[in-house]
Nanobody
Framework: QVQLVESGGGLVQAGGSLTLSCAAS????????MGWFRQAPGKEREFVAA????????YYADSVKGRFTISRANAANTGYLQMNSLKPEDTAVYYC?????????????????WGQGTQVTVSS
């Protein structure tokens, strides 16, 4: 089992930045692909970004490409999502997830472990 806890959410003005963290405990984090998803009120949970176990490959949704950066520090069992140039449409609960290596990282059902989420609100 892997337990995931997100932190770093909050309220920010449009154009601002936030960095989300995902702390893993339980089994070692390093063999797993890590993903970030988000869910806005009344919408489906959607893929944001994912990173391979080694950190050598990163994947992004088109809506965040160029603004968000995913990274991980396996020695610290922690993953990150740096979010810049935030827009009101980025407002959502952001979830960290971990799953086996995959060449389809946007598939929500691929991930075995999920955190409880952290709220990000971007004001206009």
């Amino acid at each position: 089992q892997v337990q995931l806890v997100e932190s770093g959410g909050g309220l920010v003005q449009a154009g601002g930045s936030l960095t989300l963290s995902c702390a893993a405990s339980g089994r070692t984090f390093s063999p797993y692909m890590m993903g970030w998803f988000r869910q806005a009120p009344g919408k489906e949970r959607e893929f944001v970004a994912a990173i391979s176990w080694s950190g050598s490959s990163a994947y992004y949704a088109d809506s965040v490409k160029g603004r968000f950066t995913i990274s991980r520090a396996n020695a610290a069992n922690t993953g990150y999502l740096q979010m810049n140039s935030l827009k009101p449409e980025d407002t959502a609960v952001y979830y960290c997830a971990a799953g086996p290596p995959s060449n389809r990282p946007a598939l929500r059902n691929w991930y075995d472990y999920w955190g409880q989420g952290t709220q990000v609100t971007v004001s206009s």
